[in-house]
């Protein structure tokens, strides 16, 4: 699976979009973006994927560029309950979804 | 998505013990993860659990350190044997749902070994 690379920290007031950058420049053509989250150790909750195009469900927005070299998780209003660490995953498919977890962006949502 | 959940949530053991720690999904399913969150540290695959077969461990881990048992599609132990300090973290499980190879977690249980 490819390596993703993400901030480490990311400020965001509440209300605000909260935009977090993900590159996994080497992501092959059969492999998935994947978005989890962990609220203050609590199990990581899945949060949206994507392989080509844009997504969106109640959680958040997935913007993957045409070359799929980068994405963006868009959390639109973000809330004090976002404050988490956000972990971008690269998981090809086929491979018994082996979920290889970076050390993800800590975001910080303040009032 | 799946409803996981973990027996104990939380543990304070002796070293030289063991603990058995018992996942229990909802609903049937075909691959089951167990992973270990160390302090301050991301989560690493131990092993993956698929029902009528042996467990498959990741590079690091061993079966008579962590033994695991699958006997049926909806349920999962983990024991970490013999323990050390080190042995201190959170473990998880997770599963395979709703298509496409997406995992759900289950809410973890914290170990302290002392």
């Known amino acids: 699976d490819a390596k993703t690379t993400q901030p480490p920290s990311m400020d965001c007031a509440e209300g605000r979009a909260a935009n977090l950058p993900c590159n996994h420049s080497?992501?092959?053509?059969?492999?998935?973006v994947y978005w989890y989250r962990q609220i203050h150790s609590q199990g990581p909750q899945y949060i949206i994927h994507?392989?080509?195009n844009n997504e969106t469900n109640e959680m958040a927005s997935l913007i993957i560029t045409e070359d799929r070299k980068s994405s963006t998780l868009i959390l639109p209003h973000a809330t004090l309950r976002d404050t988490a660490v956000y972990y971008c995953i690269a998981l090809y498919t086929g491979t018994a979804s082996k979920l290889t977890f970076g050390t993800g962006t800590r975001l910080q949502v303040t009032l | 998505s799946a409803v996981i959940s973990q027996k104990p949530s939380r543990d304070i053991c002796q070293r030289g013990t063991s603990l058995t720690i018992q996942c229990q999904v909802d609903?049937?399913?075909?691959?089951m993860f167990w992973y270990r969150q160390q302090p301050g540290q991301s989560l690493t695959l131990i092993a993956t659990?698929?029902?009528?077969?042996?467990?498959?461990?990741e590079s690091g881990f061993v079966i008579d350190k962590f033994p695991i048992s699958r006997p049926n599609l909806t349920f999962s132990t983990l024991t970490v044997s013999n323990m050390s300090p080190e042995d201190s973290s959170i473990y998880l499980c997770?599963?395979?749902?709703?298509?496409?190879?997406?995992?759900?977690f289950g809410p973890g249980t914290r170990l302290l070994v002392l």
């Open positions: 659990a698929n029902q009528g077969s042996e467990a498959t461990y």
């Open positions: 609903s049937q399913v075909t691959m």
């Open positions: 994507g392989l080509k």
């Open positions: 080497t992501i092959s053509g059969n492999e998935y």
């Open positions: 997770s599963v395979n749902s709703g298509g496409q190879e997406t995992q759900y």
